[in-house]
C-alpha cells in the first residue's frame, strides 16, 4: 500500500465506497505487523515508496514462508533475495504464480502491474563470472518496474568491447557496473558519462582479491567522478537505487 | 557451591549436623578437578558468583560427557554452549532433564531452582536472522535465574518498529541488543535510554561485513555513551555480564 | 565548452558569424592541453557535462597556479579541492576574483553564472566534527549551481533532533549524510526517505574508527536500502554525484 | 535538567510558584537549541539521565567555546574530553571555575554538587603509560558525583602486585580495567570477580599492537565472562557507563 | 646421518672397515636425493642436527609415501605432520611400526632409540580444545627424545589452577605455552617464570579471534619478557625449537 | 589470428588467392563475437599477441562449452584455466584432443604448432605443495611454445639444494619463483642472477600466513632488485608474462 | 667492475700489461667490503650484472658518506634513492659531479658512460601527483643507460589522453605504468599492448586508498595479462627491473 | 636481590652478622614497592632471575626519574628501553655514571659487575637501517653479562656476505636475527645452524612493510624450523630471551 493507495482507500471511506470495517481491516496492520520472530514492515511503502524486500540469508524456510504468507494478505509485489530452493519451493506451495531466478537467488511474486519506466537502467558487467549479480540487480530492478538493457562481458582487458556498447550505456538513465578482479571498468565507464554510475564490487576472483575487497577498494578510490558504490555482490542494493533514481 | 551454601555446610559441620567425613567428601574437589584434559574450575562460584559453562566447540562429545558427568556430582545448575546434537545425545544418556535449544546451540540442566529476578534484561535484535545469538543469550539469562522480555526485529530501517517496543525496553534494568550488518540499532537504543547497554555484533550480513567485524567496529565507534561491546556472535557472554548487572 | 557551447559555436560558423580561424583558435586545445606534468581535460565537459576538477592534493603549487592558468583562457567555472592556503595565494594572484573556504580547503573561480536548480540537495552531518567535508560537499554542488540545504549535528545518540529536521531532508531530491564514528546516520536517514542517499564516512573518531573504515563499512552493510557510499571525507565526490542526481 | 528537575518545575507552575512566563523561558530550548554548527541536546539529561559530553577533538575553539558559553545557561554541571589547553584558555574567559586536567585532557565546571555514591568504582591500569587514560576515566567518573579507587601499575608480568590490591577491586560495584599491550590484565581480574569489567584497551606498546588493536582484540576474547569492552582508549566511555551501573 | 655417524663412517672407511664402494653408497645421496616433486635434505641432520621433517599438508598420498619411502633407506626417526589417515595407512603399508596420533595429526617411525633428556620441556594449554596442538608439540619432542611434562586447560579464567601446577612449570628448561582465545595464559606464565617460553596461539575461538591473530597478537605484545612466538597451531615449530634449547 | 595471419590473409584477398566472401566470413568477427554471456575477443590476438584464454572459475559448464565451441572456429591454440573436470568433459565432447593436467586444472586445445623459443622459462619451486601452481605456469608457457625448465623443491630451508640447481636457473632467460609460506626464495634467487624474476606467492602456508599474503607481502618487499610479483597462486599471469618477455 | 672488466683485468695479468701487486689490490674487496655498519657488495656487479644501490631511507648521513666514500674508490656509477637534501651536501662534498633531483629523492654520480639502448622504456603515470615516483623510475633507468619516454597524466578519467599517446607507449620494449588511486591505468594498458607491463602503486590519494594499498590491490588483480607489480612507491625497483628486459 | 642474594642476607640474620632492623629495612619493599604512579617489582629478580626494565615511552620524565630514583636504593644494574635524551639528562643527575646509546636509545647503569658468560649471543641484522634494534639487543644482552658478536648488513641480496660470516654466527649459542623489509635472512640462517634462532622483525622498509608486518609475518611463516619471533624493533625482547637461554 504506497501513498497513492492510502488516499484511495480515504477517500473511498469517506465517499461511502468502502465501509469502515473494512477499512480498519485494511489498515490495522500499517505501521508493522509482529510476528514474533519478524515485525514486517507495512508502513514502508508510504515512508520511502517501496515495499519492504525480504533477505532470505540467514532465515530459516519456515520463516520466509511465513513471512510470504502474511505478504499476501496485502496486495503488494514480492521480492525474496538470497533465497534458496527449498525457499522457494515454500513459497510455491502458498503462491503457485512465484518464480524462481536460480543464478540470481530471487523469488518474486507479481500482484500488480505497474507502467515499465521510459528511461532505462543500463547493467553492464565486466565478466561472464559476474552475471550472477547482474541477475539480482536485473530481477530487483524488473520487480520495480524499470526498464533495463544488459551489457555482458565488456571489462576493460578488450577495451574495444565497452567501446562497441557505449550508446546502449550513455542513453541511460542510471549505470550499474558490476565487476571484479581491480573493478576497474567502473573507472572507465564513469569518466565516459555523464549519468550517475552505481559501481557493485563482486566477489569473482581469487589470491589477493579477498573475496571482492579489491573490487570495493578500487571503486570507492575511483579517479573517476559521479561514481558510488554499495556492498559486494549486492546486486539488489545497486538496483533499488538505480530505481529510485530512475523515477525522479 | 556459591559462598552461601559453604557457609552452610560449614556451619553444620561445626553443630555436628554434618560429619567430618561428609565434609571432606564435599570439599575435596573444592579448588578445581583435574580430569586430564579439562581442569574443572570447582571454586568459581564461590570466587565469582556463577558456576563454569562449558564452551563446547573444539572439544570432543567424550570430552563434554566427561565433563558434563563429574559436574552433575555437583549441585550445580549446568549450561554447555557452541553445543551440537551428538553433544546433547551424549549427555541426555547421563541426565534425562537434559534440555537443548537448537537454535541456541545450547545444552541446559537444571538442578537447583532459585528465585527470578524482579527486575528485566531487555533482549533486543535488529533482525530475524540475530535469533540464533538472541537465543544463547536468552538460554544464558534463564539457567542464572533472570527474567527477561524479548524484542525481535526492530532494526533501524523501520525505525517506528523500535519506538513502538521503547517502552519495554526503557524499564529494563539492563539490555543487550544485537545486530548484524551495520549494527546501528545499538547506537539508536544507546541515545535514547539511561540503562546499560551490551552489544553483541552478529556475523549476520554479507561481502564487507566481514563476517561481524563492521557491526563490531560500529558498535565500538558508538556516538551513544553507555555502550560496551561482546566478541562477535557472543550471545552467551552478553548474558553472562547482564546477569551480573541485573543482580547487582 | 559544453555541447550547447560546441553546437553553437558550429551553428554560428556555419551561419559565419565566427570565421574559421577563431574556431580553430577555440577548439584546438578539444581534446585535451598537455602542459607536460598535466593533460588537462578540456573534452570533458562534453563528454560527461562537467569540466575538470582540480585535485590539489600531492601537485606542487606552481603545478596548480600553471593548470589554473590555463584553464583561465575557457570560460569555465574553475574548482580545486584540497587545496592549502599558499595554492589560494598563487590562484589569486592570477585572478584576484578567487574564493577559498578554509575549513573546506576549496579554491572556487566562477566564469559563468547559471541558474540555479530548483531542487535541492540536503547535506546533513552526524556531527560538528564533520563540518569540513560538509563544506566541501557545499563548495562543489555550489560551483555547479545546485540549491542546497544544510542540516549539520544531527547524529542518532540524540535522535529527536534528526526527526525535527525530517521536514527538510525529505523534501531534498537527494540526500548527502556525512557522518564519522559508527556511520549510523546513513542507516537511519535511509529508512526513513524515498531519495537516493549518497553516504560520506568521515576520518572523525578515534581508536578502533580506524581513520574512517568504521564508518565507511558500517555504510556499505547499511541495513536501509538507497545508500550508496563514497570514499572516506570525500564531499566533492559526493557533491559531484548528487549534482548529476539533481539534473536528472 | 533532568526528570526530577522537569516534574518539580511543572509542579511549581501548577502551583504558581514559578509564572509561566518564566516557565516558557526555562523550557523553551528543551528538545535542542541548534548553534548552526551544533544542535545542543538539551532533552538529553531527562531521556538518558546524564547532559551532553563535550567531545573536542575535531572542533574549534570557537565551537568549543560557543558550546560551553549556551550550556553555561543551564544549571548543569559540564564535561569536555580531548581537550587541549587552548580550548581550556577560552572556556576559562567564560567561566573562571573550570578545571582542566592536563594527563586526562578533561575541562570541567562544577555547577550543581551532588551526594557521592557510597559504593565505588575501581580504576585499574596495567601500566604507569596508562595513565592518560585513566584519568580521563576518573574525571568523568567524578563529575557524574561517583566515588571512585585507583589502582595504577598492576599489569600480569608482576602479578603479586594485582593480587595485593585484590581487596580493592573485589568490594567495588564495578571495575574499570586499562591496559595496552596484549590487555591479559582483563582477563585476569574478570576470572578473579564477581562485578561487572569494563575493559578499556589502550594504544600503550608498539610494532604489533597497532595503536592498542592487539589489546582491543584480546579484551573481546577474553576467556573470562564478565567482561564487555569500549573503544581504544575510551576512558570516558567506561566511567560513563560505570557511572550508570554505579548508580543502579 | 648426523655429524658422529658421518665421521664414524670416515673412521671406518680410514680403518678399512668399511670399502670404498659401501661408502659411496652411503654419502651419494648426502646432501640430497631429487625425487623430481622433493629433493629431501639428507644433508640437514649434519647441517642442523635434526632429520627433514614431512609437513605432510599441501602434499598428495603418493607424494608423501614416496617421501617416506626413501627416507626409509636411510636410519633416521621419521615424522610426518598435518597427516591425513589416507597418508597413514599409505605409510603404514611400507612400515607397519609406523603411529598415528589422530588428535595431533602426526605420522612417527622411529628407527633408532635415544637416550631421553635428563631435563624436561613443559607443555602447557589454557584448554581442552587447545590439546590438538599440544599433542604435536608433544609427538616432535618425543621424537627428537625429549622428555615431556603435561599441564593441559590451566587457562587464566581460573588462574588457581596454573598456580597449582607451577612447581611443574618452573622446573622444567623450557615450557611451551598453547592458548587460544586472548593468549593472556602466555604472558602470565612470563611473569613468573625464569625459563624460555614459547607461545603457540592456536586457532581456539570465534568472531573476532579471527582464527588465532588475536591470541598471535597478544603473545607478541606480551608485557612479560622472555617470551617468543611461533607460527598459530604450530605445535610442531614450538616443540622444535624447545627441542633445541632443552639440549644446550 | 594475429598481426601475420592478418596480414597474410589480406595479401591472399589482394593477389586473388582468395575470394572476397570467404575474407569476410573470416573478419566479420574480428573485433569480438557477442555470446550474450560473453563477448570473446577475437582482435586480442592482433592487439597483445596472444589468444584471449577462458578463466573458468565462476562460469558455468554450459558457459565453458559455449565458448570453446565458437573459439574453435578460429585457427587459435586454447588455453582454459581453474577448470574442473566436469568442464574438461564438456569440451572433450566438443574436441576430443584436448588435454587435462589434473594438476595444473588446466584446458589446452592445440589448433596450430610453432617454433619452441630457443631461451627458456625455468620454473623455481620452494616446495612440494606448490608443484599445482607450477603447472599451471608450465601449461601456459607451452601452449605459448616456450622451452621450459622445472626445478622444484628447491626452497631454502636447504639452500645447498638450490645452489646445486643455480646453472640452470642462471642460463634461463627469466625466472619464475613460486613459494608459499615466507616467500623467501624470490629474495635470494633475485639476489643471485641478473635475469628478471617473476615471483607468484602461493596460499601454501597455515595461520598467519593468511592464504598466501605472507608471502605475496615478502615478495612485494624483496630487497633484492629485478623481482616483480603476480597475485596469489597465479602461475598462469607469471607464464604469460614470462613468455612475453621470453620472446623479447 | 662487471663480468667483463673482470674478464679484461685477468688477461691483463696474464699477459703481464697488469702487475700481481695491482691486480691484488683491485681485487682483494671483490666480494665485499666490510665497513662495520654495512657491507658493501662489490660482486654484485658480477653476479646480477648491476652495482649496488644505496637505499638511504633509515641510514644515518655519516653512513651515506661513508658508503659513498668507499664506493667512488671504484670505477662504478652511483645512485642513492630516498635521500634527504642533507645526505646530498654530505655526497657533494666528497665529489662535486654528485647531482641531485629533489622530485625523485636520488643522488647519481656518473663515473663511467655507456651507449644508450636503442629500444625504450616507457614511462606513464596516471596522475600529475605521481611524478615524484616516475622521477626516481626514470633517474634509476637512465644511470642504467637506458632510452627512456615519459608520459604523465594520462589516468583513465578522460581515456582519450591515453588513447592519444598510445603509440609511444606501444613502441617500447617494456613499459612501467605508476598509478594511485585505484590503479586502473595498468589494466587499461595491460589489454592494449604486447609488451611487459611492469605496475607501481603509489601513495597518492586518500581515505579508504590506505596509502596505495588499494592501487596496489588493484594492479595484482589485473584482468589484463602481462602486467606484475612491485611495492608501493617502488619506482627504482620498477625500473631496474625494466632495464634488465630492456636489455635481454 | 636475586635469590642469592636473599638467602645470604637470611644467612646473616641467623649467624646474627646482620642485624634484624636492618633485615627489615631491606626486605620491605620485597615484592614491590608501590609510588602511586608505578608498582615497581622488587620481586620480580628472585622470581624470574632478573630485576624490573623500564620501559620509558609513554611515561613522563618525571615518572621515569622517580622509578630510577627508587631503583638506585637496590643494589641492581638497571636498564631503561625507549629512552629520549631528555630522561636521560633527568637520569644523569641522580646517578652521573648512568650511559645513553642513541642509537639504542637506552639508559644503562651498572651498580654490580658479574662474570661474562663464555657461550655468546650473536646479532646478525640484514641491513644497515637496522642497526638501532641490534644496538637495543646489544645493551641489553650486555647489562645481563652476555657476551656478544656482532654480524652487521649481511642480508640475503648478496647472501656471499652471510656465507663469509657464517662461522661466528654457528658458533653462537643462541642468534638474534634482525631484518627488516621481507625478513628472508630469519629463514635463510634457520636453515643453516642447529642454534636457538630468535627473529626481530623491523619496520625498516616501505609501502607493503605496514611498518615491519611483512618482516614479522615472513618470519612466523619461517620455513625453517628452530625460529621463533618477538614483536616489531623489540631487539630488547629478543636479547633478554637470549640472555636466558644462553644461561641455561
Redesign the interface.
Known sequence: MDENDLRKLLEDIKEQKVNVDRGVELLKDL??KDL????I?N??EI????P??I?C???TVK?VRGIVEFMLTKENNILGT?ANEEMYQAVKELCPCARYNKEARTITIRKKEQKETESYIAIVT????D?PVAEEAFETARIFDNKVEKV??????????LF?KMDIIRQA?VIIVIA?????LA??V???????V?AV?T????????????????????????????????G???A??AS??NK?
Open positions: 505501521p508493522f514474533g520472530y519478524a515485525m514492515d508502513h514502508r515512508r520511502v515508496g517501496y519492504e524486500v533477505y540469508a540467514g532465515k520463516q538470497r565486466a565478466g561472464t563470472s552475471i555482458f562481458d565488456a571489462g576493460v582487458a578488450g577495451i574495444h568491447r562497441h538513465k571484479g578482479m581491480e573493478g576497474a573507472s572507465v564513469g569518466g565516459l558519462v555523464d549519468k550517475p552505481i564490487p566477489s569473482v576472483g581469487y589470491g589477493a582479491n579477498f573475496g571482492g575487497v579489491t573490487a570495493l577498494l578500487s571503486m570507492l578510490n575511483s579517479c573517476a567522478s559521479g561514481v558510488s558504490v554499495v556492498n559486494i555482490d549486492n539488489f542494493g545497486a533499488y537505487l529510485i533514481i525522479l
